[in-house]
């Protein structure tokens, strides 16, 4: 009985409670990207956007996880849609460079959203691909980013 107890109030001391193996497992708002995948993935599958974007870096790159471009837009995406400026940022690679994905007007319309947080990677990424598009194109991806943050109104996430 005492072990019971013991192991149910260590489970409601420790964050992310235990893993598999019985290691405590990171609360979601620790999570870095060298954390135990498992820990990515549980916290990212709970809408954690910080763990959304590490978790599609990780595959992205396949460290620790096997390299799977759709895999990585999927939770890059996630993250994307709360407003996570890194997210935004890669997004924004994967549109303007990805073979399955290719669209220069999304890849303008993320880095445009990620600029406006201050990311000054995307603002010096959508200055060099504006030289790529037309008028046209620049004036979609600019009227694509005011109406997603009409969507998406600062702390309504």
């Keep these: 009985m005492k072990k019971t107890l013991l192991l149910v109030l260590a489970l409601a001391v420790i964050p992310g409670g ?23 993935t549980r916290c990212a599958e709970q809408g954690h956007a910080r763990a959304q974007y590490l978790l599609g870096l990780r595959y992205n790159i396949g460290h620790d996880a096997p390299q799977d471009d759709a895999e990585a837009f999927l939770w890059y995406r996630q993250a994307a849609e709360q407003g996570h400026a ?14 399955f994905l290719h669209d220069l ?25 504006e ?6 194109q620049i004036a979609e991806g600019q009227r694509m980013s ?9 702390g309504s996430n």
């Design 18 to 40: 235990l893993d598999a193996q019985g290691i405590p497992s990171a609360s979601c708002a620790e999570v870095t990207f060298p954390s135990p995948l498992e820990d990515l």
């Design 146 to 154: 005011r109406e997603w943050l009409e969507a998406h109104p600062p």
């Design 105 to 129: 007007v999304y890849a303008y319309m993320w880095w445009n959203l990620s600029a406006a947080q201050g990311t000054e990677t995307a603002q010096e990424s959508k200055d060099i691909i």
């Design 86 to 99: 890194s997210a935004q940022l890669d997004l924004g690679y994967q549109y303007a460079w990805e073979g």
């Design 131 to 136: 030289r790529q598009m037309t008028r046209e």
